[in-house]
Every structure is written in structure tokens, then in C-alpha cells.
């Protein structure tokens, strides 16, 4: 069996290497940044099979690369785990599709178990979609893994939030939906 790879973004050097080395001997293969500008370019060469971001870093915040993630990856569980407690923010990182938010201090079995429980809703649901990752209405297909939409042969790559509405018009259709909703 392969070993879980973890990206993990901490720019605190001390509590990062505890971390990493935490997750190590947990047999989880760490992949760890400690500035956000390099982090989109790792996650690409990488992909990883789960995020872990803090979100006060230089140069880049994790809110910023949470966001470029999901333009390229609307599957991959990111939790944040991060010093910033306002709820303002846990909402910011849940609305840009993050599956997890811990606050710091934390510790490592709660870090462990909630890695492990998104793994686990990942598998879950990735079954689930394999049987619903394309839908059809008229002459178009959407892909929803691929977050490509095509008509015949013109295929137009989605952004993420482009998909994610999409997706909920086509569960909702022949309904009016509210704009909060």
C-alpha cells in the first residue's frame, strides 16, 4: 500500500518540522513549503492526496493557494490549519472549498484524525462520483471531475466556481433557486 502524501504549508520552522515528523512516523509522506509563493507549483508537480495549509504565510496566504487549487483540483481535501480564529475567516476558508479548519494550538491526534476522515469522505464520495461525473442535458456534456463542458467537439475548461454552479443548476433544475441558496 502507497503512503498517504501530505502537502504541508507551515511557516514556523520549529512546529513544522514536530509536524512533519509527527505524520512521518504515522507512515504519511510529507511534502512540506514554508513560503506560499512556490506552493501551487509543488502541489501541480506533486498532487498531493491531501493539503495542509496554514494561512499566514510570506509572500502568498493559504486562502490565496487554496484558491488556485481548486481552479486545477475541486477534489482534493485541503484543511486549513492555521492561528487565525475569527470565525470571519473559518467561513472565508470553508467558501473557497477548504474540508477542514483547525485552529491552532491543536494537537496531533485531532491533526491525524481529521486527515484520516477527509481521506476517508474523499474515498467515499469519489465512488459516488465515478457513477455521476458526467451529466448531460441537449447537446452538452459537463465533466465534473474534468470541469470541462462540451458541445461535439468544442470542449471549454470551467473554473472552479464556474463548475460549482454548474453543478447546482443541474441539480436543482426545473427549480427556481435564490441567489443565497
Do not use: W
Not at 3 to 12: A, G, P, W
Not at 54 to 74: Q, S
Amino acid at each position: 500500500m502507497s503512503k498517504v502524501r501530505v502537502l504541508y504549508v507551515e511557516d514556523e520552522l520549529f512546529l513544522g518540522k514536530i509536524v512533519r515528523e509527527s505524520l512521518e512516523t504515522r507512515n504519511y509522506e510529507v511534502i512540506m513549503e514554508t513560503d506560499g509563493e512556490p506552493v501551487f507549483e509543488t502541489f501541480l508537480a506533486s498532487r498531493p492526496d491531501v493539503c495542509v495549509l496554514d494561512i499566514m504565510l510570506p509572500n502568498k496566504d493559504g486562502f490565496e493557494i487554496a484558491e488556485e487549487i481548486r481552479t486545477v483540483d475541486t477534489s482534493v481535501p485541503i484543511i486549513f490549519l492555521t492561528a487565525k480564529t475569527q470565525t470571519a475567516d473559518l467561513v472565508k476558508g470553508f467558501s473557497l472549498g477548504a474540508n477542514d479548519y483547525i485552529r491552532k494550538p491543536f494537537s496531533m491526534e485531532e491533526l491525524i484524525v481529521r486527515i484520516e476522515n477527509v481521506l476517508k469522505n474523499r474515498n467515499a464520495s469519489t465512488h459516488e462520483e465515478k457513477a455521476t461525473q458526467q451529466l448531460s442535458f441537449g447537446k452538452f456534456r459537463f465533466y465534473l471531475n474534468k470541469q470541462v463542458l462540451a458541445n461535439g467537439n468544442d470542449e471549454k475548461k470551467l473554473s472552479f466556481r464556474e463548475s460549482e454552479l454548474l453543478k447546482i443548476l443541474f441539480e436543482n433544475r426545473d427549480k427556481i433557486i435564490d441567489r443565497k441558496d
